[in-house]
């Protein structure tokens, strides 16, 4: 990171508090121009083992890949461990909450890899999967890791800066609007917010590949894209570290009786304790599922 460790911005994640330095800048990039990119998000070994890792671990959707340039996987959780980190990162998860508020769950994880001949992405918003009226707060972010660097020969991709204040707008494609492509080294971070117009662009090179992680956030009460809670088995789950766990969506509701409670229960105290005709009142049952949790804040490191 290049962001200077005496101002980082404290933040707290699931009752742990991270310092998270450069935040306070990133929001206010996503909330003027809709997104930011940050370097160097991952060292040059950690993205050497994970493209090995993907390609080694991750089969792609056969239907989805058309002519066999653009490769595509989801459900990244189920597949393999070698995403877990990146998901449940501090600073991503700070950066979630500080636009979308605090409750928020991982939506979809996929991997992308543009080998040469892919065409370009139509432009879309993230936030249209869900039929909600506009304006509307923000209840997505995506985030976009590379694990290749990313050039407007090969794809990188393509945003419309200040698109995600155009509520009074369907989305138009080029050349009505001109996209800016996000060229960018292995290992930086592009992350905006879900009304961005965007797309992918069309790898015109020969010989070169563009492989990225994408995972993108989504409020804790709306519906994940991808089922979260069937994709992953519960086995998997077991494995995963706690922080990764509730991301997934095993948390408490904004109350004890909001959305995502078992019986009243936090979620993730009632996993292996569910059966046909269970008794809540049994002596090895958890207690209610803990009050409203504290709001998003961010704190200078330096008060």
């Not at 918003?125 to 985030?143: I, K, M, S, T, Y």
């Not at 009505?176 to 960018?184: F, G, K, L, N, R």
């Not at 995972?215 to 995963?240: C, T």
């Not at 046909?276 to 207690?287: H, L, S, V």
Request: glycine share 8%.
């Amino acid at each position: 990171m290049n962001a200077d460790p005496a101002s980082a911005e404290e933040v707290e994640i699931y009752g742990d508090t991270f310092a998270v330095p450069g935040l306070a800048s990133w929001l206010a990039d996503v909330e003027e121009q809709g997104f930011v990119v940050v370097p160097d998000w991952l060292d040059a070994e950690r993205v050497e083992r994970l493209g090995t890792e993907l390609r080694r671990d991750v089969n792609p959707i056969r239907e989805l890949m058309g002519d066999g340039h653009t490769v595509r996987a989801h459900n990244l959780l189920a597949k393999t461990r070698c995403v877990d980190g990146l998901v449940c990162d501090p600073r991503l998860l700070a950066l979630a909450q500080g636009v979308l508020g605090y409750q928020i769950q991982v939506s979809v994880v996929v991997m992308f890899d543009l080998l040469p001949g892919a065409k370009a992405q139509g432009l879309h918003q993230d936030d249209g999967l869900w039929p909600v009226p506009r304006p509307h707060p923000p209840f997505v972010l995506n985030a976009v890791i590379a694990v290749e660097d990313f050039t407007k020969a090969n794809g990188a991709t393509m945003l419309v800066p200040g698109s995600h204040k155009w509520h009074d707008q369907p989305v138009r494609q080029p050349p009505d609007v001109e996209p800016i492509q996000m060229e960018m080294k292995a290992g930086s971070l592009l992350a905006w917010t879900g009304a961005m117009w965007h797309g992918g662009g069309a790898n015109t090179t020969t010989d070169q590949s563009r492989l990225a992680v994408d995972i993108n956030f989504n409020l804790a009460y709306l519906r994940q894209q991808e089922n979260q809670y069937v994709g992953v088995p519960r086995e998997e789950v077991a494995k995963m570290p706690k922080r990764l766990q509730r991301v997934l969506g095993y948390q408490p509701g904004l109350s004890v009786a909001g959305p995502g409670m078992v019986d009243l229960r936090d979620p993730l105290d009632m996993l292996g304790r569910v059966s046909f005709g269970y008794d809540i009142n049994a002596p090895d049952m958890p207690p209610l599922a803990p009050p409203n949790p504290p709001p998003f804040r961010v704190e200078s490191a330096r008060n």
